[in-house]
């Protein structure tokens, strides 16, 4: 198995996180902690980016559909989104595992 090129997949916009609107430990607004309040917390951000992998699994299977049946204009541009798409579950599986990992050798630490 080939090792996952990351620059692929993180030059495309479907993966841009962008800059957070509130720096650590400041006020927004007069609250502390508003970017989480509405909604721009990590499990935000987490289930947008699970939305686009999910796009991206659908835009794969629809272009392969076209392929199958014979209505594709450009069958390249069917195998780039397959790729894409394969390449985008591989690295979602992959930073899974390492959330697990780290999430298990935490649980293990001893106080």
Aim: hydrophobic content about 40%; cysteine-free.
């Amino acid at each position: 198995m080939t090792p996952i090129d990351p620059t692929f997949l993180t030059s495309g916009p479907e993966w841009s996180v962008g800059a957070p609107d509130v720096a650590p430990g400041t006020e927004a607004g007069g609250a502390a902690g508003a970017g989480a309040a509405d909604g721009g917390g990590f499990g935000s951000m987490l289930v947008d980016q699970i939305g686009k992998l999910e796009g991206l699994q659908h835009d794969a299977a629809s272009a392969a559909r076209s392929v199958a049946d014979g209505t594709a204009t450009d069958p390249s541009s069917a195998v780039v989104a397959v790729e894409r798409a394969r390449l985008a579950m591989q690295l979602a599986s992959q930073l899974r595992t390492k959330g697990i990992e780290a999430f298990q050798d935490v649980f293990h630490t001893q106080v």
